[in-house]
């Protein structure tokens, strides 16, 4: 919340300007810090037959929530960056390690680029991995520590950081080789339609974007920017809590969190932002 | 007592005297309303900053009472007249007495 007080020395009460919701998309730039520049408009990746050019759900919030990425001042899901940075040099677990111990201090960079390519095939396990699955991963056989739960804020907050330093790099996950088949199970759960509602994932976010849903405007869907800073619960929200949300609005029973299923479809949505900047963590209503 | 509260603090490095210059600030917090109730229908007792100032070389610039409605991790922006080089004292008021601070300090030229 922005709030502006006239001050003793100040010599004028400064009011930002109430910003109107126009047409969806927004013809905006987004730059972070004046320093990153980051992609929230190009061409749909080639699998995508529907769509041609895909866009950040930056692009469809209004002024005041897409200035508040802009700064990472402003930007309140940065506290959960932070929060993931003491725990990163942490040592939990009965091996006596932090993930510091394997993958250096964080500023020295050895995990850029590692969440634009996930979920990805994890070839030991045989399956496709969600970087929470990594880390839980990480954190149960390399630190004998206890696997956080999937939505529980340590995760979310590590995952968020994960995201920071990458942000401003392509989403650019496989979909094909091993992990094809989870792709597909993916796409198909996408255009299935569930629920007393009868929505597939795609009867709002592909046929309808840019559209009013009540009062609020339909993106596509992107998952580029999560996890995601939601104004409306004042937290930082993972994918699968957001699918979750979703799913239960078309009222249906949703799958679970963390569950094959919902690893299928957000490593399809993830590829259908394929080309965007990562994002995590943005600021959405 | 609230757990992970942190005050952040922007302020420009220098500035012309004379300038009006933007702060922000922030205050990871939880501001517990007093409102809600637990999962056993017991209140969740009152839990806010109550109070914060910010004085510019011992002058009170900003001096803002806030109440329970305000959300969590308060963030203020103001504007504020630069005369002369010093130290911006910012301080948040706990409801448990907790008092925490941060300072900034500006040049001129």
């Known amino acids: 919340m922005k709030f502006k007080a006239m001050t003793a020395l100040a010599g004028a009460l400064a ?55 802009r700064d990472d001042f402003d930007n309140p899901g ?9 725990a990163w040099d942490t040592v939990e677990g009965t091996a006596g390690k ?34 929470e699955m990594a880390m839980n991963s990480c954190r149960t056989e390399q630190m004998g520590a206890e696997a956080w739960g999937y939505n529980s804020d340590d995760m979310i907050n590590m995952s968020a950081l994960m995201s920071y330093v990458s942000r401003g790099l392509p989403v650019n ?6 992990a094809a088949e989870t792709w597909e199970q993916g796409k198909e759960i996408y255009y299935t339609r569930y629920g007393q509602l009868e929505l597939a994932c ?75 900047s990562v994002e995590g963590p943005s600021v959405r209503n | 007592m609230a757990d992970g509260v942190k005050p952040r603090v922007k302020v420009p490095k220098s500035a012309a005297a004379g300038d ?10 939880p501001m517990e309303s007093g409102q809600r109730k637990d999962g056993d229908g017991n209140p969740i007792p009152r839990s806010i900053i109550n109070r914060f100032t910010c ?14 409605a305000i959300s969590t991790n308060p963030y203020f922006e103001f504007e504020a007249t630069v005369p002369e080089a010093g130290e911006f004292k910012f301080t948040w008021y706990d409801d448990d007495g907790s008092v925490y601070e941060d300072a900034k300090s500006i040049s001129i030229g």
Request: hydrophobic share 40%.
């Open chain 2, 55 to 68: 004085d510019f070389n011992g002058k009170n610039v900003i001096d803002v009472t806030l109440e329970p």
């Open chain 1, 78 to 86: 940065m506290l959960g960056v932070e929060a993931a940075i003491e």
């Open chain 1, 202 to 276: 795609a009867n709002c976010h592909e046929d309808n974007y840019g559209n009013m849903i009540r009062a609020d405007h339909l993106s596509q869907g992107q998952i580029n920017g999560f996890p995601t800073y939601r104004l409306k619960n004042a937290k930082l929200n993972g994918i699968h809590n957001r699918f979750k949300g979703c799913i239960r609005d078309t009222r249906a029973e949703p799958f679970g969190i963390g569950s094959p299923e919902f690893v299928a479809l957000e490593l399809y949505v993830t590829s259908r932002g394929n080309g965007l």
């Open chain 1, 15 to 69: 009011i930002s300007a109430v910003g109107a919701a126009n047409a969806d998309p927004v013809d905006d730039t987004l730059v972070i810090n004046d320093e990153i520049e980051m992609t929230v408009k190009t061409a749909a990746p080639e699998h995508m037959e529907y769509v041609d050019e895909v866009m950040s759900g930056w692009m469809f919030r209004n002024d005041d929530t897409r200035d508040m990425e």
């Open chain 1, 173 to 178: 996950v496989a979909i094909d080789g091993p």
């Open chain 1, 98 to 131: 932090a993930c510091s111990d394997c993958h250096g201090a964080i500023d020295e960079d050895q995990m850029v680029g590692v969440k634009p390519v996930y979920p990805k095939w994890n070839e030991a396990a045989g399956e496709v991995w969600t970087i």
């Open chain 2, 20 to 29: 009006v210059i933007t702060i922000k600030t922030l205050i990871s917090h």
